[in-house]
């Protein structure tokens, strides 16, 4: 790694996973993934109407090597709620399929309003 000690990395990427209620790790950028996988979750959560945040890994290597370690999870996407990891796409595509309300309280559909970020 470059610039950054291990501390230094571990402390940026706990405010990172924290920056939005729900933050997306991803390949690209929402409007251009640069992988299937990223594209397909992209798609649950703008179809579930969930405001979320995004970071562009490809973008930031220090991030993209340093995540995998700190969630202990080898592969993007990575979605978090909440600063905790929820996982990868067959992971938020199984907690879906069990509770379809899995992202009502992200959702702007709830009704609620109120600040949120969106990519």
């Known amino acids: 790694m470059s610039g950054q000690s291990k501390d230094e990395l571990n402390e940026r990427l706990a405010s990172l996973v924290k920056a939005a209620p ?9 409007s251009a993934p640069q ?3 990223s594209r397909q979750l992209v798609s649950m959560l703008r179809d579930n ?12 290597d220090e991030v993209r090597q340093g995540l995998k370690e700190y969630s202990d999870w080898p592969t993007f996407p990575q979605l978090y709620a909440k600063g905790e990891l929820v996982g ?30 969106t990519a």
Do not use: Q, W
């Open 88 to 117: 990868g796409l067959d992971i938020v595509k199984e907690e879906l399929e069990t509770d379809p309300d899995f992202f009502k309280e992200f959702s702007v559909k709830n009704g609620t309003g109120g600040p949120g970020i």
């Open 35 to 37: 992988c299937g996988f």
């Open 22 to 30: 729900v933050m997306l790790f991803m390949k690209g950028t929402p």
């Open 49 to 60: 109407g969930v405001k979320y945040g995004f970071f562009n890994i490809l973008a930031d």
